[in-house]
């Protein structure tokens, strides 16, 4: 199934991507022990990023960019190399679902792709996730604190 619009009903078809009870162990597990994340923040992180995997899947919103949880529960997701392979197979029917970071280096690249010569806005995406799951199934605060409160607080 992919997303679908009905204009007369307004109603959208979501393919959610679920991660596996294995995957959630993991990342959990990684999240505690190397970001330094309690339970219930890594917990909140992953629902959080199986989220930003369905707005990836679901849309053609190619300015996705994670909040700084998120990013961080993703990059733990990929150094699990044969883990992550089955994942992207699986939701994105592709060998690797790539992450390109922003850096000084491939603003050419963010201009090419995006038509915007900066990172992509995480309030944008943000709001896209709110749009497609609703506001009271969003963690506010995975998405919109910023680096250095996080890093206060890890």
Same mark, same amino acid.
């Given at each position: 199934?992919?997303? @679908? ?28 022990? /190397?970001? =330094?994340?309690? &339970?219930?923040? $890594?917990? %909140?992180?992953? $629902?959080?990023?199986?989220? #930003?995997?369905?707005?990836? /899947? ?7 960019? +994670?909040? +700084?949880?998120?990013? /961080? @529960? ?10 992550? %392979?089955?994942?992207? &197979? ?7 679902? =790539? =992450? ?5 280096? %491939? ?20 709001? @896209? ?22 890093? &206060? #607080?890890?």
């Amino acid at each position: 199934m992919t997303i @679908a619009h009905d204009e007369l009903s307004s109603t959208l078809m979501l393919n959610e991507v679920q991660l596996s009870n294995t995957e959630i162990l993991y990342l959990a597990e990684c999240l505690q022990n /190397k970001e =330094h994340m309690n &339970r219930e923040d $890594a917990l %909140n992180t992953i $629902a959080e990023l199986e989220h #930003f995997y369905s707005v990836l /899947k679901n849309t053609n919103l190619e300015m996705s960019v +994670p909040s +700084p949880m998120v990013d /961080k @529960a993703w990059h733990q997701h990929i150094l699990n190399t044969k883990m992550y %392979n089955i994942f992207s &197979r699986q939701h994105f029917g592709l060998e690797i679902l =790539h =992450h390109l970071p922003f850096w000084s280096g %491939n603003t050419g690249n963010m201009e090419d792709i995006w038509g915007v010569d900066g990172e992509p806005s995480l309030l944008d995406m943000y709001n @896209a996730i709110v749009v497609m799951f609703g506001f009271e199934n969003v963690n506010k605060t995975v998405w919109l604190m910023d680096e250095d409160d996080l890093n &206060r #607080f890890l």
